[in-house]
């Protein structure tokens, strides 16, 4: 194990669905992260939070919805998905959010949106 | 600007041969370039990161060279093992990571 766990390992869902992501982390760090990897793109910043706080939105649209309840969890609540919306949803954490802070990431939710 | 370009996409290597990830950034505040290693199935994790004030940095089989006129940095695996083949991306940041497209690596045995 990672230290941060993703739940669920995979989801289909249709457009019209509701369904969240979750991460939890037992490391004790204080910043987290949602990135989105597609196939063949760089891995792309959606949010951050630290110490449960969001101070980074990177332009993504209102169907994506974070939540942030305490510094170990993080969620990412999907509404009315499109197609290319389709991918590989990782969390990550750092000790601090600072540029030298390692990341560590789960696994990913692999998200199909049908 | 604020990308990270990397090449090759994709790099096939004999087993016991030299593996050379190549990236290239504009961002002249970017201060800090790690690579991270992501296996099938798994989330990335940090594999080794250098600053730019100094030109190498050795880790292992694994080792970054920089070029910070070029502004350009490298990962070289030496002794490539098949156990090495995954993909693998690398970032600079100045405030929040910058990843580059990713190179899938397969070592043949």
């Known amino acids: 194990e990672t230290g941060v766990t993703q739940t669920p390992r995979h989801l289909v869902m249709g457009m019209t669905n509701k369904k969240s992501l979750k991460c939890e982390q037992h490391?004790?760090?204080?910043?987290m992260y949602w990135y989105k990897q597609s196939a063949k793109k760089p891995l792309e910043l959606m949010f951050v939070?630290?110490?449960?706080?969001?101070?980074e939105n990177n332009s993504v649209p209102s169907r994506f919805s974070p939540e942030c309840p305490n510094s170990s969890h993080l969620f990412l609540h999907l509404h009315t998905l499109q197609p290319e919306d389709s991918a590989l949803y990782l969390c990550?954490?750092?000790?601090?959010?600072?540029?030298?802070?390692?990341?560590?990431f789960g696994n990913g939710t692999r998200l199909t949106v049908t | 600007q604020q990308q990270v370009k990397q090449s090759p996409q994709s790099l096939i290597v004999q087993k016991g041969g030299i593996s050379i990830i190549n990236c290239a950034y504009e961002?002249?505040?970017?201060?800090?370039f790690p690579w991270y290693q992501q296996f099938p199935g798994k989330g990335p994790a940090l594999l080794i990161a250098?600053?730019?004030?100094?030109s190498e940095k050795k880790e292992g089989r694994f080792t970054i060279s920089f070029n910070k006129s070029a502004k350009q940095f490298s990962l070289h695996i030496m002794d490539s093992q098949p156990g090495d083949s995954a993909t693998y991306f690398c970032?600079?940041?100045?405030?929040?990571?910058?990843f580059g497209q990713g190179t899938e690596l397969s070592v043949k045995p």
């Open positions: 490391l004790g760090h204080n910043a």
């Open positions: 970032a600079g940041g100045g405030g929040k990571l910058i």
């Open positions: 990550a954490s750092s000790p601090l959010q600072v540029k030298s802070s390692p990341l560590h």
């Open positions: 250098i600053r730019p004030d100094v």
């Open positions: 939070y630290n110490f449960k706080e969001q101070t």
């Open positions: 961002n002249t505040a970017f201060d800090y």
